[in-house]
């Protein structure tokens, strides 16, 4: 009997197992055409040579794209960015979600639900104030007007808040009678259990912010305080004959290189702290 339904499982799995590559290879398309084009001789038409690297591997547009803009300071600029966001957000969203998980005061769920409405709010309608606030610090063109937007989030308060109301009321009563105070609470009974879910904020948020565009192309101007993402966006500049998708995937591989090797270092991290964490 059970061989009986064993092979219709098994059939379904394999199945199963086939579309879910058929969707993955799908997805990877984008990627495997970039790195392609990227690798083909400079300006060799898609008809010329082999269909997936031309008539050779070449590096030509990596070494025209590398004279383009200033990589090197635009790398550092980038990862001060990223870095610098993610501590004090680290930081700002463990604290307001124990405030709103846990303490009592005037007007909690009305401030939260204020906080809630700006995940409706598109980035792009608070350019203008954000703008006028830099301008106001005179912080127009440095790192701290790129970092400065950022260093609270509606969706990590959210996300925290959630992680630290699942951890039982009791156990913060018996670290108060231990002698704990708020802080030694926070330390020792709510960060623990809600690693996964700070794993995961800070996974949203590197790639986020690794990909952010429009702000730090508004707010600076010298190639030392411009990110990747503004680099990149000067290739597209650089020739009068049009488009040159060589030299502009291999931009793109430049930028977007380290997130990839995070990733596939990390992979199975990446994956659970997302399941642990609760989200859907």
């Known amino acids: 009997m059970r061989t009986h339904h064993a092979a219709p499982r ?3 799995n394999t199945f199963g197992t086939l579309l879910l590559f058929a969707a993955a290879l799908f997805w990877l398309i984008p990627l495997i055409w970039t790195v392609l084009v990227a690798f083909r001789p400079e300006n060799e038409p898609i008809v010329t040579g082999n269909i997936f690297f031309g008539s050779r591997l070449t590096l030509e547009n990596f070494e025209q ?8 300071a635009h790398y550092i600029t980038t990862i001060i960015f ?3 966001v993610l501590l004090v957000q680290l930081v700002t969203i463990t604290l307001a979600a124990y405030a709103f998980a ?6 909690k769920n009305l401030i939260f639900g204020l906080i809630l409405i700006q995940l409706m709010i598109p980035a792009a309608v ?15 063109d440095t790192r701290w007007a790129l970092m400065l937007p950022y260093m609270g989030s509606a969706f990590g308060t959210f996300l925290m808040r959630q992680a630290f109301k699942q951890i039982p009321l009791e156990l913060e009563d018996a670290a108060r009678i231990d002698g704990c105070g708020w802080f030694g609470v926070l330390r020792h009974v709510y960060l623990p259990p809600s690693v996964p879910s700070l794993v995961a904020f800070g996974l949203v948020s590197v ?8 702000w730090p192309f508004i707010i600076t101007q010298s190639n030392e305080n411009r990110t990747l993402t503004v680099g ?6 650089t020739s009068e004959v049009g488009a040159l998708y060589g030299q502009i995937t291999a931009g793109v591989l430049i930028v977007i290189l380290p997130l990839m090797i995070l990733f596939m ?6 994956i659970n702290s997302f399941v642990r964490s609760g989200l859907k």
């Open 265 to 270: 270092l990390f992979q199975r991290q990446f």
């Open 207 to 214: 790639s986020t912010r690794w990909n952010e565009f429009l």
């Open 126 to 140: 608070l350019i203008v104030p954000n703008f006028a606030t830099i301008s106001f610090l005179n912080l127009f």
């Open 10 to 12: 098994r059939a379904l």
């Open 65 to 72: 794209v590398a004279m383009v803009t200033d990589w090197r």
């Open 232 to 237: 990149l966006s000067r290739v597209l500049r």
């Open 82 to 84: 990223v870095v610098g």
């Open 102 to 107: 846990r303490l009592k005061f005037w007007g």
